[in-house]
């Protein structure tokens, strides 16, 4: 440290008192700061963990970009657009998508002659052959294979969840699934029966991605749901885009918005989460402004300390302003006194973070409880903006509480003359 008011602020610190508490006090406020500072750098660093997983998780499904129509549910994209779109520098791949909400049902006889007749809606996705380069899906089959047949022999790839709830074992082919889908003109007829289009369907393996999807939804053939659908050629729900690794999806977005124009809306994936991702940042801001407020009246130790520390100094001020020093001087040194408390609380508290932080990366010591996530322990992402903000906020805090003790020994006046 450089400057008078910070020498004095390091000799008062380490000096002796003429009271034990001062020195207890003084320690029990680094203690403070330090575990307030090693919370604060942990929680950001789990919510960092979760966040990241999730996103992987979610990217895995969800596309770079996805194309859909600005009004109704029926996408109209003809081949030459198409082709366009691949033309666009940065795009990677395209991949036509035709999705609805729908029916799953395995029924048959039992070998004891009874019958048996599971149900499951999900959303039923059909893909094109493109769709294994635009996700990350078939990389999640666990059983089985990724692999939607054609149009006249589908193949259809199930959530873990709603394999469960059929009661089959997708990846052994099976030949009794009907899938049910409500036709594009159902509105038209009032006959039930003409609504709804049904046709078998063959699995071919099961996928894991997060109960969202897994418990949902249903990979089959694009061909085959467009003709439940009752869909045309060029008839689509919706397209997914995948672009090069160093491109820009947002960059992309925006001129793939020039080319195709307002009936068509463009979403990147944050956009397609817009809801999850900022519930996340606002449960990670929530729980930062708690543990801000507790630090605040952790603070409130190193006021105590302070304050002690002034009527402890009581001489040494009166001789500091006859010899010439000011308020603002006085004020500086224990302004100092407590910046100092702030700072080695802090570095104390940063070196502890990052200790617990690599023990629970490396040995997992901290168990999620209930078994139902993809992992069973609590993950840690540590990331400098993090270390730079708490840091700060430390300083701020620390700060603050030095404010009314230094400002009372700077308006305070002391003789040196004895009663």
Do not use: C
């Not at 500086?332 to 910046?339: C, D, Q, R, T, V």
Request: glycine share 6%.
């Amino acid at each position: 440290m450089t400057g008078i008011p910070h020498l004095f602020a390091w000799r008062y610190f380490k000096a002796k008192k003429s009271t034990n508490a001062i020195n207890i006090i003084a320690w029990i406020s680094i203690l403070a700061m330090t575990f307030g500072t090693a919370a604060l750098i942990l929680v950001l660093s789990v919510f960092n963990g979760f966040e990241g997983m999730v996103k992987s998780l979610y990217s895995t499904f969800y596309s770079d970009i996805r194309l859909l129509p600005a009004q109704g549910k029926v996408l109209l994209l003809t081949p030459e657009q198409i082709k366009n779109i691949r033309a666009i520098n940065g795009v990677k791949n395209i991949s036509m998508i035709a999705e609805e909400k729908g029916m799953l049902q395995h029924s048959g006889i039992n070998r004891d002659s009874s019958d048996y007749n599971f149900q499951r809606a999900v959303t039923i996705k059909g893909v094109d052959h493109n769709y294994q380069d635009v996700s990350g899906l078939p990389g999640s089959v666990t059983r089985g294979e990724f692999s939607t047949g054609n149009d006249e022999i589908p193949f259809m790839v199930l959530g873990v969840g709603v394999e469960d709830a059929l009661h089959i074992e997708a990846e052994k082919n099976l030949l009794q699934l009907k899938a049910y889908l409500p036709r594009k003109d159902s509105s038209v007829s009032n006959d039930p029966i003409n609504n709804v289009s049904v046709d078998f369907v063959n699995t071919s393996g099961v996928f894991m991605i997060q109960q969202e999807f897994d418990f949902n939804y249903a990979i089959t053939n694009l061909g085959f749901v467009k003709r439940l659908l009752g869909y045309t050629e060029n008839e689509y729900t919706a397209a997914e885009i995948v672009v090069n690794k160093n491109s820009d999806a947002k960059d992309i977005k925006e001129r793939l918005q020039q080319q195709l124009g307002k009936k068509y809306t463009l979403q990147t994936r944050y956009e397609q989460n817009r809801s999850l991702y900022s519930i996340m940042t606002a449960e990670k801001w929530v729980v930062y402004a708690i543990l801000v407020m507790i630090m605040f009246i952790f603070s409130f130790t190193i006021v105590s300390a302070l304050t002690m520390l002034v009527l402890e100094k009581q001489k040494d001020i009166s001789i500091l302003h006859a010899l010439g020093g000011n308020n603002n001087f006085i004020q500086k040194i224990f302004l100092s006194e407590g910046l100092l408390i702030g700072i080695i609380g802090g570095v104390a508290g940063v070196i502890l973070a990052l200790i617990i932080a690599w023990l629970q990366i490396t040995y997992h010591l901290v168990p999620l409880e209930g078994g139902s996530f993809l992992i069973n322990y609590y993950p840690v992402k540590l990331q400098w903006p993090d270390f730079v903000l708490v840091a700060v906020t430390v300083l701020i805090i620390a700060l603050l509480a030095s404010w009314i003790p230094a400002r009372k020994a700077a308006r305070q006046e002391f003789s040196l003359r004895s009663e």
